[in-house]
């Protein structure tokens, strides 16, 4: 089984070349389209495939890296708009419109969607009151307008739209684009607006694609949109829809914070990146707790064949304040403690200890059967530093009690707790060169996951899989805000 992670990959590798070899090397700036975008809006996402000098270098070094079976599925000379724009052209049905003559003469390589609060009734998407529109950049305006005309002449609905320094901006209606125009006009632009800057920044700017969001706005209109009948959005140009506000937020009586999310590409791995500021819920934020150092070297300590891997470091002491806070919220886990002869929140110590990390160097048996509960007896090894090594040894005769396989056998090494079942190497995790990569900058980080994908392409029969490299994870927190970085670093030239 190929990983989700390389499907992925391919489309996005696939327009970051067509990006490369179709933009003029010395064309390195321009406009965006948060520039064309209200300033009061609630979320932001945008996607640029127009590299600068540097990001060109670097998507070219990434390529190479790439396992090649994935490099031969990349066309350098495909278009990755012409399939969405052929798939709305098939969908809306639309007469003798063609990508190669309305889209492809005008369409840029930047684009952005936003949601603010519409000021009208008749301006909002859904009755809880959104309105929403998307930017496209167009190199030749008039070009951009004859098409859109065109494509507005043959539709059922009544999308609008206007030219706006390089970039065609499109809305539900015409109630949307002079909302729209009230306020920029009022507020100013999305790129004026400090916090906004201010947070992309915090996560960087040479981006592939990223997003941003005020969660407390938006927790408001998840509140407004439960038990609606669904969102709007720009059905008319290419069947966008406005997202289902997160109604999840709405759950609760006060949220407040912002989110930010990129994805970028460096010359040896590609890399999600998301932070989320001054957060807060129903009153509780980072600083109502005490926040353990963070650090995941206990990660690297497992065996050098660790497939699969998870770490934290304070987890227990985070989990303990939280119980502590709201210990009915934790039923089901102090049922599950109790079983194995330990109390809340002090049982938690116990097996966690300070630090922990848990290695998984054989699934018993395929991926599938692996994620399915279908697997044999897996081989892995646990490790918890400052943890009771009587209390974790008593809670594994008792996990194990009745079965046929035999349980972990625990042992300590100074500060830490060692159990370990089934097979596993002798070296260390942390010698190798792909792990280091992939877990590169996680010293912030309180919690990590890592998956080696070099096995599970070889299971897979994956020509090649020590090309396939790892996939790492890791979560951070401090006092106003919590980071999270996902990485994908692959080896192609393995």
């Known amino acids: 089984m190929v990983p989700v992670a390389a499907g992925l990959g391919v489309v996005m590798m696939a327009g970051t070349v067509w990006a490369a070899t179709s933009v003029a090397q010395n064309v390195f700036v321009g406009a965006q389209p948060e520039s064309v975008l ?55 049905e639309l007469d003798g419109i063609t990508y190669e003559e309305h889209f492809e003469p005008w369409m840029g ?78 507020g100013g632009t999305l790129d004026e607006n400090d916090t906004y800057t201010r947070d992309m920044e915090a996560i960087g700017t040479e981006n592939l694609a990223s997003a941003w969001m005020d969660l407390e ?49 460096e010359p040896e791995y590609m890399e999600l990146r998301g932070d989320m500021f001054d957060v807060s819920v129903d009153g509780a934020g980072f600083s109502d707790y005490e926040l353990p150092d963070p650090g995941l070297q206990m990660m690297g300590d497992l065996p050098d064949d660790t497939m699969i891997a998870f770490s934290g470091t304070g987890v227990s002491d985070l989990l303990g304040q939280a119980y502590e806070d709201n210990p009915d919220d934790f039923g089901d886990l102090d049922q599950m403690m109790s079983e194995l002869g330990l109390t809340m929140p002090d049982g938690l110590t116990s097996l966690l200890g300070e630090s ?20 044999g007896m897996p081989s892995l090894q646990y490790r918890a530093e400052g943890a009771d090594s009587a209390a974790v040894e008593d809670a594994v005769q008792r996990m194990w009690e009745g079965s046929y396989d035999s349980p972990p056998g625990v042992s300590s090494e100074g500060p830490v707790t060692i159990a370990t079942s089934g097979t596993t190497g002798t070296g260390k995790l942390g010698d190798d060169p792909v792990f280091k990569q992939t877990m590169a900058d996680t010293g912030s980080a309180h919690m990590g996951m890592y998956m080696d994908l070099r096995p599970i392409a070889e299971s897979a029969d994956e020509d090649s899989p020590e090309q396939w490299g790892a996939l790492g994870a890791s979560v951070g927190f401090d006092d106003k805000a919590m980071s999270m970085q996902a990485r994908w670093a692959p080896d192609g030239n393995a």
């Open 38 to 92: 209200p300033a009061s809006s609630i979320a932001f996402a945008k996607l640029d495939l127009q590299p600068n000098g540097g990001q060109l270098a670097a998507y070219a070094q990434f390529v190479n890296r790439l396992p090649d079976s994935m490099r031969e599925d990349i066309d350098p000379e495909a278009e990755p708009g012409k399939e969405l724009v052929d798939s709305y052209i098939e969908e809306a």
């Open 356 to 375: 922990t990390a848990v290695g998984i160097t054989d699934l018993g048996g395929s991926l599938d059967q692996f994620a399915n509960g279908m697997s």
């Open 217 to 265: 706005q938006f927790a408001a209109l998840g509140a407004e949109s439960s038990g609606g009948t669904g969102s709007g959005g720009l059905d008319g140009y290419g069947g966008v829809q406005q997202p289902d506000p997160l109604e999840s937020l709405g759950e609760y009586e006060d949220v407040s914070g912002r989110a930010a999310i990129a994805l970028r590409i």
């Open 109 to 186: 390589q930047r684009f952005g969607a936003a949601t603010w609060i519409a000021g009208s009734e008749d301006a909002a998407s859904s009755h809880a009151g959104e309105a929403v529109a998307l930017a496209v950049e167009a190199d030749d305006e008039g070009a951009a307008e004859e098409s859109l005309s065109e494509i507005q002449s043959q539709l059922d609905t009544d999308p609008a739209f206007d030219m706006r320094d390089g970039f065609a901006v499109i809305t539900e209606n015409a109630a949307a684009l002079s909302d729209l125009e009230s306020q920029i006009s009022s």
